[in-house]
């Protein structure tokens, strides 16, 4: 998530999105201002595209009535061996892994091993007023 997406940390928010979701088949950039230029909006187009991410403007003030900027497409296979080395690498992430899988072969969700999502109230406190 960033505050802004422009030409200036394009190049950056576009690799740390990748980088956070390699292992994923879908992935999304928030952020709250987005550059309106034509050739902006066309390198993002062509860059996120190549990566299967969404790119999404949040409204701050209503975050209902956010918006895709870019809608693509999901990848219909997810990277096992990139999933395989994250889990041998960070043990908070072997951990959720190991909860989905019992959560699925039992077919009961423990919500409370899950991190509470917050109701829109709460987030609408926690975001910055612009």
Known sequence: MKRELSFSNLREAFFQAVSNSSWANEGYLVAVEIDKDEDFQNRTRT??????????????????????????????TVDWETVNKLAGINPDFREFLQRIKTDISSREVR???????????????SLPKK
């Open 47 to 76: 860059s996120f595209n190549l990566v299967w991410h969404r790119v999404i403007q949040l409204d701050i003030e209503d975050p209902d009535s956010s918006s895709i900027i870019l809608a693509s497409r999901s990848k219909d």
């Open 111 to 125: 919500k409370e091993k899950y991190d509470r999502v917050p109701d829109k109230d709460e987030l609408l406190k």
